[in-house]
C-alpha cells in the first residue's frame, strides 16, 4: 500500500500526478518506481512517443510531464511546444542524457520549466520534480554555471553559430550529424522522410556558409565535441 500524505487536518491530501514521456521502458520503470516511493506524488501515465503522450494527457491529467529529448517519430522539444500550447497548466520536466548548455537552452525556450540530466542521482531528479511542481524553474547543478555564462555574456558562440541562426529542428538534425548518423536513421528518429531531412541539411549548409556534405558533417563533429568538452 502506498504511503499517504496528510493534511493538518488529517485528510489524505492529494499527490501529484506524474506523467513520463521516454522511449526506454527501463527507464520510465525506473522513474515509477522511485516516484512510487514518495508520499506526495504518483504516476498517472507513460508513452513511448509524443503523439501517444498528447492523445493520452487529456485523460490522465497530470500535474507534470517528464519529458526525453530524443523520442521516436517526433521531438520532445515539439511536444513540449505542443504542449503548452495545448495543455498550458501542465508542468515540463526534460530529463535528457544530453548535458550541452545549448540544448537546455532551447528546451527553456521551447517551454520547458526544468532541465534534469539522467546521470543525475534519483533524489536530486526527485528535487527538481517537486522544484517544477511550486512553479521555479529548475536546471541540473551541472548546467547552472553554463547557462548563466550563455546568458549573461559568457558564452563561447559567435555570431552565426549554429545556436543562432538554426532552428530547432535543423538543430536537431545538426546535432544527430554531429553524433555520426546517417540521413536515414535521422529520418526515422525524428519521423520524417528523408527527403525532408536533405531539406534541412540544406538549410544548415546555406545558414552556416557551408559548401557540401562533407563541410556539414565535419562541422557538426566538431560542434558536438565541443559541447562534451573535447
Given at each position: 500500500m502506498k504511503p499517504e500524505t496528510h493534511s493538518p487536518f488529517g485528510k489524505a491530501a492529494a499527490r501529484r500526478r506524474v506523467f513520463l514521456v521516454d522511449d526506454h521502458p527501463l527507464v520510465r520503470e525506473w522513474l515509477a518506481s522511485m516516484i512510487t516511493l514518495e508520499s506526495d506524488l504518483e504516476v498517472c501515465g507513460q508513452a513511448e512517443e509524443a503523439s501517444?503522450?498528447?492523445g493520452a494527457v487529456g485523460q490522465a491529467r497530470p500535474d507534470l510531464m517528464i519529458v526525453d529529448l530524443s523520442l521516436p517519430r517526433g521531438s520532445g522539444l515539439d511536444l513540449i511546444k505542443s504542449m503548452r500550447a495545448q495543455f498550458p497548466s501542465v508542468r515540463l520536466l526534460v530529463l535528457s542524457m544530453h548535458?550541452?548548455?545549448?540544448?537546455?537552452?532551447r528546451a527553456f525556450r521551447a517551454g520547458a520549466h526544468g532541465y534534469a540530466v539522467k546521470r543525475e542521482s534519483g533524489p536530486r531528479i526527485i528535487d527538481g520534480i517537486?522544484?517544477?511542481?511550486?512553479?521555479?524553474?529548475?536546471?541540473?547543478?551541472?548546467?547552472?554555471?553554463?547557462?548563466?555564462?550563455?546568458?549573461?555574456?559568457?558564452?563561447?558562440?559567435?555570431?552565426?553559430?549554429?545556436?543562432?541562426?538554426?532552428?530547432?529542428?535543423?538543430?536537431?538534425?545538426?546535432?544527430?550529424?554531429?553524433?555520426?548518423?546517417?540521413?536515414?536513421?535521422?529520418?526515422?528518429?525524428?519521423?520524417?522522410s528523408v527527403k525532408t531531412v536533405g531539406s534541412y541539411d540544406a538549410r544548415i549548409k546555406?545558414?552556416?556558409?557551408?559548401?557540401?556534405a562533407g563541410e556539414?558533417?565535419?562541422?557538426?563533429?566538431?560542434?558536438?565535441?565541443?559541447?562534451?568538452g573535447l
Amino acid at each position: 500500500m502506498k504511503p499517504e500524505t496528510h493534511s493538518p487536518f488529517g485528510k489524505a491530501a492529494a499527490r501529484r500526478r506524474v506523467f513520463l514521456v521516454d522511449d526506454h521502458p527501463l527507464v520510465r520503470e525506473w522513474l515509477a518506481s522511485m516516484i512510487t516511493l514518495e508520499s506526495d506524488l504518483e504516476v498517472c501515465g507513460q508513452a513511448e512517443e509524443a503523439s501517444i503522450a498528447l492523445g493520452a494527457v487529456g485523460q490522465a491529467r497530470p500535474d507534470l510531464m517528464i519529458v526525453d529529448l530524443s523520442l521516436p517519430r517526433g521531438s520532445g522539444l515539439d511536444l513540449i511546444k505542443s504542449m503548452r500550447a495545448q495543455f498550458p497548466s501542465v508542468r515540463l520536466l526534460v530529463l535528457s542524457m544530453h548535458d550541452e548548455a545549448s540544448v537546455a537552452e532551447r528546451a527553456f525556450r521551447a517551454g520547458a520549466h526544468g532541465y534534469a540530466v539522467k546521470r543525475e542521482s534519483g533524489p536530486r531528479i526527485i528535487d527538481g520534480i517537486r522544484t517544477v511542481l511550486e512553479g521555479k524553474f529548475y536546471a541540473s547543478p551541472s548546467l547552472t554555471a553554463q547557462l548563466a555564462g550563455r546568458m549573461f555574456g559568457g558564452s563561447a558562440q559567435g555570431r552565426g553559430s549554429p545556436e543562432e541562426v538554426l532552428s530547432d529542428r535543423e538543430m536537431e538534425v545538426f546535432r544527430q550529424r554531429g553524433q555520426g548518423r546517417s540521413p536515414k536513421e535521422i529520418a526515422d528518429r525524428l519521423g520524417v522522410s528523408v527527403k525532408t531531412v536533405g531539406s534541412y541539411d540544406a538549410r544548415i549548409k546555406e545558414k552556416l556558409g557551408l559548401d557540401d556534405a562533407g563541410e556539414l558533417m565535419r562541422e557538426a563533429v566538431l560542434w558536438h565535441d565541443r559541447q562534451r568538452g573535447l
